[in-house]
């Protein structure tokens, strides 16, 4: 069975930098995983940050970036803000048509 | 503004079967492939299944193989998902969600509120 695992949960200062990782258990994610990442806030649905890597959205801001670093996923935010605070969940593509969620990363803003 | 409707949940009792809806409006709906995604209670994100533009390709999660059947009716804007056998494990929130483009793999975009599944 296919795993997507990223850290439970990190803690990062306002103004910080913070890194979260995806990783697979099939080995090193690429492009070709076509990773993306998305923001849960509680009570709403998830919001699209990052797609195909290292895309934004036009509604997702400068600060969040997607890139690949070390075989794994990476969405790095810089210059936090509160309203950062949330769960994130990164999405890899596998096969010709399966789709895995890692299991989130619950993101403190302290 | 991409619009994405989800209708067709509620409580069910396991075994029994139930069938979600998707109404799209504010994109040409044939253009994109489609997925639905699920939150259980408490729990993280679970992709489900898509559908390319076409429904030339179809993909489940290795959870519900068997169970659950997703289509769409392009005349009609619409994503479904039949789910049968149900489990007391299947309950949570079920989302609606586009892709980037017909292409299943190009993730999920946008999204709906979601319906609220009870098994029970």
């Known amino acids: 069975q296919t795993l997507v695992t990223q850290e439970p949960s990190l803690t990062v200062s306002p103004g910080g930098t913070v890194t979260l990782t995806c990783a697979s258990t099939t080995g090193t994610v690429t492009d070709d995983y076509s990773p993306n990442w998305f923001q849960q806030k509680p009570g709403q649905p998830p919001k699209s940050l990052i797609y195909?890597?290292?895309n934004r959205h036009s509604w997702t801001p400068a600060r969040f970036s997607g890139s690949l670093v070390g075989g794994k996923a990476v969405l790095t935010l810089s210059g936090v803000r509160p309203e950062d605070e949330a769960d994130y969940f990164c999405?890899?593509?596998?096969?010709?048509?399966?789709?895995?969620f890692g299991g989130g990363t619950k993101l403190t803003v302290l | 503004e991409v619009q994405l409707v989800e209708s067709g949940g509620g409580l069910v009792q396991p075994g029994r079967s139930l069938r979600l809806s998707c109404a799209a409006s504010?994109?040409?709906?044939?253009?994109?492939?489609m997925s639905w995604v699920r939150q259980l209670p408490g729990k993280g994100l679970e992709w489900v299944a898509g559908i390319s533009w076409n429904s030339g390709r179809i993909g489940y999660a290795d959870f519900v193989k068997g169970r659950f059947i997703i289509s769409r009716d392009n005349a009609k804007k619409s994503l479904y998902l039949q789910m049968n056998s149900l489990r007391a494990g299947d309950t949570g929130f079920y989302y609606c969600s586009k892709a980037q483009s017909g292409a299943i793999k190009t993730g999920l975009t946008d999204w709906g509120q979601g319906t609220l599944i009870t098994v029970s």
């Open positions: 999405l890899l593509h596998f096969g010709t048509a399966q789709l895995v």
């Open positions: 195909s890597s290292s």
């Open positions: 504010g994109f040409n709906f044939d253009d994109f492939a």
